[in-house]
């Protein structure tokens, strides 16, 4: 016995002696037999005993509450720990779903899908999967962003790692804390950037606990396999830093060489503890940062960026559905970004590969159609002033080495209005943080210069989108193909009822990280990213078109991370950057039979 429970806690054959070496349950190692199993197949629910009774009601990957059934009851000892009602798991989603309906601040009802989440965690994910379009603004943007602003107070149960300047050479250490073993997919941020919002310091963790809730409801991979962690290296907030409940450390942000060489030794400890092949994905992390660890481990690493690659994958996805309902060819538009951070330059520079590949022009030629206005800060005598302006040649010196490439030949431009007079695109993308700065104005100018302007106003949270579905619908009179990073509701203009499209990066990561999975793929490769974006624009139907929408509905989401996830696999085996070998025949077949489900298992 003494022998059995060591191999379990390594890693070996439990009990059940039940191996799952087929990838089966998002790509880990079914270590208890649970997932390899049918659904009517008896299982034993093993931590590292079997669990019964008080524990058993307890622990959430486990507990049913109510759906125990008679029999169960009796062989786990919970005769008198329940009530004696016995409930499908069915009939325990209505009356959840019955109970979040009634909370009327969404704040509230995001607190609520945390508690479920810590306490049964398959009727969470069920829930989530069963009623996506309704539930992923609360556990997504835009929810999120307020619950990380008041993570502090609403604090209760810790989720993830937080590895602060204090575990500073004791980092892999740190990673051995974790229960589970067999990581297969690791969000991390260090709170610097959370959405349109700032430095939350280590109140960003929702972040990281949102998005992996999201890669297992969306894109099935098993929850086991995933790893939320903030890295704490302190903030600049100075309400943050005066606050009493601040839960992170309280002192200015490290930077330079101790940001360095912390990060460093994280990156060293991920691979060295879970292997070659752990998914680190990077988030909210600050321009300045963001790129540089991009740059720096692609080549050494899994890694991937969501606010650079992500978001340009599924703005790039948006606009090649979109050439259906405006015409054309890729090459036949023209690109205004209003803001060059990492999102729009990450947009940008996807858009000019995917116009290369259809081409075959150099890049350098298809970065000509995309044109890119930033804030800058001018210093006068009297005050300091921020000021919008075109990316331009003669900026070239003083410009961030990510915002070069797109300095092009043109006199210098201030305002966006301007600047949609003067370059005249015929698409519009707005990736700067700030809210209302798609104007009357500018929209209308929009709208004057093409038959059906596309307008993408993707600022996250709602309050910082460039500008609301409504305003884009009408003062474009009706003609505007819009798509917003958060979601908006239907908007009547004229008897007509427009539905906006949603931007949401939630389209594209769970099933590319599906895909890196299945395949064992080893590095992120740039083909990857146009594959997803193409798999993502070819689910769009023609209904879907109709309504106006450049994304397929929400509804449809594991479907479509099934495809994505194929399409990315695919471009892995191509690329000979995957290791799951052979190459399995049907990989759409073999992504949906990979994908966790959180129906109820019968235990013996």
């Known amino acids: 016995m003494e022998r059995t429970l060591k191999e379990m806690r390594n890693g070996g054959d439990s009990m059940v002696n039940v191996e799952d070496k087929s990838g089966y349950g998002g790509g880990v190692q079914d270590v208890y037999g649970e997932d390899s199993v049918t659904e009517d197949q008896l299982v034993t629910p093993w931590t590292v005993s079997v669990a019964s009774g008080y524990t058993l009601l307890r622990d959430p990957h486990h507990n049913k509450g109510l759906a125990f059934t008679e029999k169960e009851r009796d062989a786990h000892y919970l005769r008198g720990l329940l009530p004696p009602a016995v409930f499908s798991q069915e009939l325990q989603e209505k009356r959840l779903m019955h109970n979040l309906r009634q909370y009327e601040v969404p704040l509230h009802r995001y607190m609520a899908m945390m508690d479920l989440q810590e306490t049964n965690e398959r009727l969470f994910y069920k829930l989530l999967i069963d009623n996506v379009e309704e539930l992923l603004p609360v556990v997504y943007t835009p929810t999120v962003g307020e619950a990380c602003q008041k993570y502090g107070s609403i604090f209760s149960r810790p989720q993830g790692l937080y590895i602060s300047l204090k575990e500073k050479g004791k980092i892999l250490e740190i990673l051995k804390n974790w229960p589970e073993k067999s990581i297969q997919v690791i969000v991390v941020t260090d709170g610097e ?179 890119l206005v930033d804030s800058k800060v001018i210093e006068t005598h009297l005050k300091s002033m921020l000021v919008k302006g075109l990316i331009v040649s003669s900026r070239r010196e003083s410009l961030q080495h990510f915002k070069k490439p797109w300095a092009h030949e043109h006199e210098p431009i201030k305002g966006l209005l301007d600047a949609v007079k003067a370059v005249k695109p015929t698409v519009l993308i707005g990736s700067s943080g700030a809210g209302k700065t798609f104007t009357k104005e500018v929209v209308q100018a929009m709208a004057s210069l093409n038959k059906k302007p596309l307008i993408l106003a993707l600022s996250n949270p709602t309050s910082q989108s460039e500008c609301t579905a409504e305003e884009a619908y009408t003062w474009s009179k009706g003609r505007a193909i819009f798509a917003s990073g958060s979601p908006f509701d239907s908007v009547e203009y004229n008897g007509k009822v427009f539905v906006p499209g949603q931007a949401n990066n939630a389209y594209i990561f769970p099933g590319l990280g599906l895909g890196l999975i299945i395949s064992g793929a080893i590095r992120v490769h740039d083909d990857m990213l146009l594959a997803a974006s193409e798999a993502l624009a070819a689910q769009v139907t023609q209904e879907n078109f109709d309504r106006g929408l450049i994304y397929p509905p929400f509804t449809n989401i594991r479907k479509i991370s099934a495809h994505i996830a194929a399409k990315v696999a695919a471009k892995a085996y191509e690329l000979g950057l995957a290791s799951h070998l052979p190459q399995p025949k049907d990989l759409v077949k073999f992504a949906e039979s990979c994908m966790y489900s959180p129906a109820y298992r019968s235990y013996r």
Not at 208 to 227: E, F, M, N
Not at 254 to 270: H, N, R
Not at 301 to 328: E, P, R
């Open 193 to 371: 950037r959370i959405l349109g919002l700032g430095d939350l310091g280590c109140q960003g963790m929702g972040i990281p606990v949102g998005k992996l809730s999201l890669y297992t409801a969306l894109g099935g991979v098993r929850p086991s396999a995933c790893l939320p962690i903030t890295i704490d290296v302190g903030t600049n907030n100075d309400q943050l830093l005066k606050d009493e409940f601040y839960i992170g450390l309280k002192h200015k942000r490290a930077t330079g060489q101790e940001y360095a060489e912390l990060l460093d030794e994280f990156m060293c400890a991920v691979k060295q503890n879970y292997g070659e092949k752990v998914l680190i994905q990077f988030e909210d992390f600050a321009n300045h940062n963001a790129f540089e660890l991009l740059a720096r481990y692609r080549s050494t690493h899994l890694v991937f960026n969501d606010d650079i690659q992500g978001t340009a994958s599924v703005v790039l996805a948006g606009i090649i559905a979109a050439l259906k309902l405006v015409g054309g060819t890729l090459a036949d538009h023209t690109f205004l970004f209003l803001g060059a951070g990492e999102a729009g330059t990450g947009i940008a520079e996807l858009i000019a590969l995917e116009m290369s590949k259809r081409t075959k022009a150099p890049l350098e030629q298809t970065r000509k159609k995309i044109w």
